[in-house]
């Protein structure tokens, strides 16, 4: 059975997807609004329908207000919280 990281294998650095995602965005800016420069002014239009405006806010939210990871605590309740901070010898700067 074959596992795990293997030399040469994988999408290769600066293959065209992320190439061609990068050109449409600087196409997109150079032109005129983002999506989301779009959906903040139909958000502050007060001319627009009330559910239109809504709807942009809330599409609009994850790009300006990213979601907080939920996190888990256990542990003793009588016993202080302890953390530590790990670095690697790959984790220094160079």
Known sequence: MRG???QGAG?????GLAKRT???AERAT?????PLEYMLAV???IGADVKRRDEM????APFIHPRLAAVEHSGDE???LVVKIVRYADDQPS
């Open 22 to 24: 990068r050109k449409i």
């Open 57 to 60: 806010a809330k599409a609009a």
């Open 11 to 15: 999408r290769k650095p600066g293959s």
């Open 30 to 34: 150079a032109t005129g609004n983002t």
């Open 4 to 6: 795990g990281r293997r």
């Open 43 to 45: 958000m502050r239009d």
């Open 78 to 80: 009588k016993s202080p």
